[in-house]
C-alpha cells in the first residue's frame, strides 16, 4: 500500500500545485483587467480633458468671431455715418457756398467785451481824460465831423447842445 499512499501523495500534490497554479493565473488575469480596466480609465480621461479644451477652445474661437464681425460692422457703421456727414457738407458747400473761415480777433469788428471800444474811445480823444462827466464832449466832437450839424443837434440832449456850441465857436 505503500504505493497507493505515495500516489495520493503525489495526487495531492499535484492537485494543490494545480489548484495554486489556477489560482496564480485567475490572479494574474484580474490583475492585467484591473491594468486594463485602469489603462482605459486614463484614456477616456484625458478624452474627456481634450474634448473639454476643444470645446473651450471651440467656444474662443467662436467669441473672438462675434467680437470681430461686431467690430467690423461698427468701424462699418462709422465709415458710413462720416460718408453721410462729409456728403452732407459737400451737399450744403453746394447749396450754400464754402463755410467762412474763423476770422481772428485783430480783423473782427470790436465787440462791448473786448476791450476795444476803450481803446478806439481813447484813440480818437486822446486830450480828453476820464474825468470828463455827462458824455457831452465826446457827442460834440463827433458832430463836429459830421457834415450836418443840425442832425447832430437833434441827436443831443439841451445840455449837450449848449456844449457844442460853445466847443463849435472856438
Not at 467656444?59 to 452732407?88: N, S, T, V
Not at 458747400?93 to 464754402?98: A, I, Q, T
Not at 473786448?114 to 484813440?123: M, T, V
Request: with cysteine; glycine share 6%; hydrophobic share 30%.
Amino acid at each position: 500500500m505503500s504505493s497507493f499512499t505515495a500516489l495520493m501523495a503525489l495526487s495531492a500534490t499535484q492537485t494543490r500545485e494545480a489548484q495554486s497554479q489556477a489560482e496564480m493565473i485567475l490572479r494574474e488575469k484580474k490583475r492585467k483587467e484591473q491594468l486594463l480596466r485602469k489603462q482605459q480609465e486614463e484614456r477616456e480621461a484625458k478624452e474627456r480633458e481634450l474634448e473639454k479644451k476643444l470645446r473651450m477652445k471651440h467656444f474662443e474661437d467662436e467669441k473672438r468671431e462675434q467680437e470681430r464681425l461686431r467690430r467690423r460692422e461698427e468701424e462699418k457703421k462709422a465709415k458710413e455715418a462720416d460718408f453721410q456727414r462729409r456728403e452732407e457738407e459737400h451737399r450744403n458747400v453746394l447749396l450754400y457756398g464754402p463755410k467762412k473761415a474763423a476770422k481772428t480777433a485783430a480783423s473782427s469788428w470790436p465787440t462791448s467785451t473786448s476791450g476795444a471800444k476803450e481803446a478806439i474811445r481813447k484813440r480818437r480823444n486822446p486830450e480828453e481824460d476820464d474825468s470828463d462827466i455827462g458824455g457831452a464832449g465826446l457827442l460834440g466832437k463827433n458832430c463836429v465831423n459830421v457834415s450836418s450839424s443840425r442832425r447832430c443837434a437833434g441827436s443831443m440832449g439841451r445840455r449837450a447842445r449848449s456844449g457844442q456850441a460853445i466847443r463849435l465857436a472856438m
